[in-house]
RNA sequence: GGGCGAUUAGCUCAGCGGUAGAGCGUCUCGUUUACACCGAGAAUGUCGGCGGUUCGAUCCCGUCAUCGCCCACCA
């Protein structure tokens, strides 16, 4: 017998246990099924579940756990990515409060440690994931630094360089001074920051007193000035366009160049251009000749390019120096305070320098091109559709990607420099030293670039990688490429854009076919979820209190929700109830022996009840299995609870209580059958997205089962299940007894008061339908017995009405009769106003001819119903007037 | 500056050319042998404003307003 509560946390550990030790999770190649593949977007090896990841993870569970009980052979690969920077950054701060740093340690040491580390304490994202409830195929699980996965990136480098796609180039990078790594343009966040706008006067040279006057808003950086730039038509500096000015400070002679990048509308019209230190300088300085002076080390201080008295200075300490120098000199115009945006690594969150360094590209405009028109031809698409465009203007504009980082945790980059710099790209050190000896004709010493990858480049490959690329496995074969990616659109660029690159460029095949985005789950205030905000919400507390069910029927009913999803908590309370609504039903089921199905065709039954669950049940599952292959996630699991509690449970197990309750025969045992057939599919319909809660059920209503729900194949619905006629007869049947219960909680009729319903107006098929589901009626609409009434008016009577019926309760002594006439005089009046706008429109000659028939048809119908409720009414109204 | 999205019941949000929906909350009634984490019923909306298209607009188009996000931008 079950318990009256579902406690998941008793339950869900243990059943987690079963399905994984009984090799539930694993795809099965030779299963002669259809595949089905997902690849797990790698959660950080740093992570732990936080609610984006409780969201993309319960919407994969969904679709694997749906697939694989469709009778696919599903696979969903899962793993990890080694995250350089992060995961280089936490143990970097635990080596500092060791009071150590990495260069003490060495590289090999620390690689060392960062492995113990990831052995020790790393990955419980993964563990939690269990929590979950997610059947990814564990026994698969990867990691993007593991042995095969490193093999990959290393070939596709150096493929990619002898293709040319892959350049060592000398370019201003965004340089994170505080992880002194360069990164990528989409690692650089853009904060506003209220700073100032200097004025300083440069010299003219050749004068004694005329000057031009340049802002900015970072004056340290006047001493790589190597230019002053105008627009080439601003008449104030006509007469200055070939000139020089000298550079306060330093003496160094700046030329004056004409420029359109120069907006006269800005600061002074005229822009001092320091090209190692500002990417538009940059360009400006390449037009014109310009030196480009580096005056920053690594670290953002100035180096020995700058006067002595700057040399090693902090670049803000720098600036209120050279402030200050400027102003004693006079040459400080103003000030003004500023407002602007300013470049921030999103990881340090310090200030990125443009900063000029040698680094690794990849040619990204070149493999953008296919997977621009993969998107394009329709062979990857996006769900929803829109996100393509965003897809295109970034993958259309796209930039060289840099892909060297200058830490130590990651893929080293295969590349081996020789004495006079000469670099060999290989896949190992002994290749290299073959290319080597094969260029120079003597064995030479060769130095290996001391750079990692960016974490995203091997993330690129992530979905052919983890299935043997590039070896021809059975496993890329059988299951590349996959059938959808399910991620967030935050990392559109980062992520699915460069797969798609690198999957057709490897593959000659798209990695996935659709790509479904999902929203953020932010908090209440609609801000990103983020630890230094401190706004977390913890989905294993979640868990711990609602149950890992609860909690995934709450995001997957939620993900429909735009771009952000606010969670709250007593939604999660809600599908909580849900869960145990659906065990108590299977409670009641269990008590009445309706636990099992020895013997049921639901085509074949013959109550008219049964017949209607039967067809009710099957539009649920059709409507269920079209929204999820269409990724409306929320459909599905609103219209899977809208059948549980409210046709299953609200209608039909109290419509089948006098059947249950009645004597022996045999439609107590088809009642039986049918409500155990019911329950059993609205498990394995539910199973997707609560698995835990339906698989204890199902293991426990019938203990002759040997399988899991898990593994076991959902069964087709023929269409003999659907069962028109029953639905007619059912939902006449339903609106009668919600009449007859609106009108006595109305009149404030005591619930236990039992009176005769008496019926008028009823026609044959009307009445044959009453006597069969009498008792159902009687108890349901709380009422004595039904009898037909076909005479002279009643008085005292409360009267409901169902279009031409009337349905009448005689309760002169209970009722107020005057609240009775009330209700039926608005009740009129509202069907009056009705009748005058479907008239009003019937007579509009226009609605008539340009409105297709059907709809006509309906506004035909519509009239004549509210019609005849609305004489039914009015005679029931005269009636109590006597 | 470019782009995207939102504005619907008190709250959180679905819907999207033809009777406005859900969950929560509110109110009324109810210890009916599955469930009070329940049952029955009720109330609440000029679907952001203004134009247009249409026989018909919450839905399509234009425009404005407010809010949010992405990309670009250290004069």
Redesign the pocket.
């Known amino acids: 017998m ?1 318990d ?4 998941p946390a008793e339950i869900e550990a243990r059943l987690y246990a079963a399905w994984e030790d009984s090799g539930a999770f694993a795809c099965r190649p030779d299963a002669g099924a259809r595949p089905y593949s997902i690849v797990i977007p790698p959660p950080n090896v740093t992570g732990s579940l936080h609610m984006g990841h409780a969201l993309n993870n319960t919407l994969q569970d969904v679709l694997i756990r749906h697939r694989r009980k469709q009778g696919c052979d599903a696979l969903w690969q899962v793993g990890m990515d080694h995250a350089g920077i992060a995961t280089q950054m936490v143990v970097e701060r635990q080596l500092a409060d060791e009071g150590l740093d990495r260069n003490a340690l060495g590289r090999d040491a620390f690689i060392e440690r960062v492995w113990n580390w990831k052995a020790e304490s790393g990955g419980s994202i993964i563990r939690q994931l269990r929590r979950l409830g997610a059947s990814a195929d564990w026994a698969r699980e990867r990691f993007t630094m593991d042995e095969g996965l490193s093999a990959a990136v290393r070939k596709v480098f150096v493929e990619l360089h002898r293709e040319g796609l892959i350049y060592r180039d000398k370019r201003l990078v965004n340089w994170d001074t505080h992880l002194r790594t360069a990164i990528s ?2 690692e ?3 904060r ?2 209220d ?1 100032f ?3 300083i006067d440069y010299p003219i040279e050749g004068s004694k007193n005329k000057h031009i006057t ?5 004056p340290e950086t006047l001493f790589g000035d190597t230019g002053v ?3 080439p038509e601003d008449p104030r500096y006509a007469d200055l366009v070939g000139g020089a000015a000298i550079l306060p400070l330093v003496g160094r002679r700046l030329a004056i160049v004409g420029d359109t ?12 251009i320091t090209p190692a ?5 940059f360009e400006v300085g390449v037009r014109h000749g310009l030196a480009a002076i580096n005056v920053l080390d690594a670290s953002g201080r100035m180096n020995d390019e700058v006067p002595e008295a700057y040399r090693g200075l902090d ?1 803000f300490e720098a600036r209120a120096k050279a402030v200050a120098e400027l102003e004693a000199l006079g040459l400080l115009v103003k000030t003004e305070p ?1 407002r ?4 921030h690594g999103d990881r340090s969150g310090s ?4 900063w000029l360094t040698d680094q690794w590209f990849v040619d990204a405009e070149t493999l953008a091109k296919p997977a621009i028109e993969a998107v394009e031809r329709g062979d990857i698409v996006f769900v929803p559709k ?2 393509e ?2 897809y295109f ?2 993958m259309r ?1 796209i ?1 060289p990607w840099c892909v060297s980082r200058q830490i130590w945790w990651g893929h080293q980059i295969p590349a081996w420099y020789g004495p006079d710099g000469m670099v060999f790209v290989a896949m190992d050190e002994t290749e290299a030293a073959d290319a080597a000896r094969a260029h120079y004709g003597e064995t030479a010493t060769l130095t290996r670039d001391a750079d990692v990858l960016d974490t995203w480049f091997s993330s690129a490959l992530w979905p052919f990688s983890t299935l043997g690329w590039p070896e021809e496995t059975p496993e890329l074969a059988r299951y590349y490429p996959t059938d959808v990616l399910v991620t967030g ?2 990392i559109i ?1 980062f992520w699915v854009a460069r797969m798609a690159m690198m999957g057709l460029h490897f593959t000659d095949e798209v990695p996935f076919r659709t790509v479904y985005i999902h ?1 953020l789950v ?1 908090d ?1 205030k ?3 979820m983020s630890k230094s905000k401190g706004n977390v919400i913890d989905p294993l507390e979640l868990i711990d209190r609602y149950g890992a069910d609860a909690l995934r029927f709450t995001l997957a009913s ?1 993900a ?9 908590e ?2 999660v ?9 659906l ?6 089921c269990e ?2 022996e309706c636990a099992s199905t020895p013997s049921f065709d639901p085509a074949a039954c013959s109550q008219t009840v049964n017949r209607w669950i039967v067809g009710e049940l099957m539009r649920a599952a059709e409507a269920g299995d079209e929204a999820l292959d269409a990724f ?1 996630f ?2 599905a699991a ?1 219209g899977l ?2 059948f549980t ?2 046709s ?4 039909y ?2 419509l089948v ?1 006098p059947m249950l ?1 009645g004597p022996e025969g045999a439609e107590r045992a088809e009642a039986r059958a049918c409500a155990a057939w019911v329950l059993d599919q609205i498990l394995h319909l539910l199973h997707p997205f609560m698995p835990f809660i339906t698989e204890e059920l199902w293991q426990r209503l019938d203990a002759t089962r040997t399988e899991a729900l898990m593994a076991t194949r959902r069964p087709p619905y023929a269409e003999a299940l659907r069962h028109e006629d029953a639905g007619r007869e059912m939902n006449w049947v339903l609106r009668l ?2 009449e007859v ?2 009108v ?3 009149m ?1 009729v ?3 008061a039992r009176m005769p319903l008496l019926v008028r107006g009823a026609g044959e098929e009307h009445w044959t339908w009453l006597k069969s589901h009498g008792p159902s009626i009687e108890a ?1 609409a ?1 009422v004595a017995s039904i009898a037909r009434d076909e005479g002279v008016a009643r008085f005292g009577c409360v009267q409901a009405v169902l279009d031409e019926v009337s349905l009448i309760l005689p309760l002169a002594d209970v009722i107020d009769l005057e609240a009775e006439q009330a209700r039926l005089a608005k009740e009129i009046a509202r069907l009056h106003d ?1 009748i005058g706008k479907i008239e009003n ?1 019937l007579a ?1 000659d ?2 008539v ?4 028939p059907e ?1 006509v048809e ?2 035909r119908e ?1 009239r004549g119903s509210a019609a005849r409720t609305r004489a039914r009414l009015e005679e029931a109204l005269a009636s109590l007037a006597g």
């Open positions: 079950l009256k509560i579902y406690t343009d989409l650089v966040e853009q506003e920051i700073g706008l200097w004025y340049v802002a900015t808003t970072r730039a105008v627009h990048y120069s907006d006269p509308e800005r600061g002074t019209g005229a822009v001092k230190h500002d990417f538009n300088d670049r500023h602007h945006v300013v470049p200030v990125i320098e443009p829109n996100w465009k965003t203007e970034w504009n930039q659109f935050d660029f929203a932010r209440e609609g801000q990103k939620m429909a929700q735009g771009r952000d999803i606010k969670l709250s007593k939604r309370e809600g599908y909580r109830n849900f869960a145990t609504k065990w108590n039903a299977a409670r009641f008590m009445n409306r929320n459909d609103n609870y809208q509690w409210g299953f449970c609200d209608w197990l109290e209580k309750y007894v919600s219960r609106a006595r909680a109305e404030n005591p619930a236990a349901l709380r009705e429109k509009n226009k609605f001819s340009r409105a297709p709809v309906e506004q519509r």
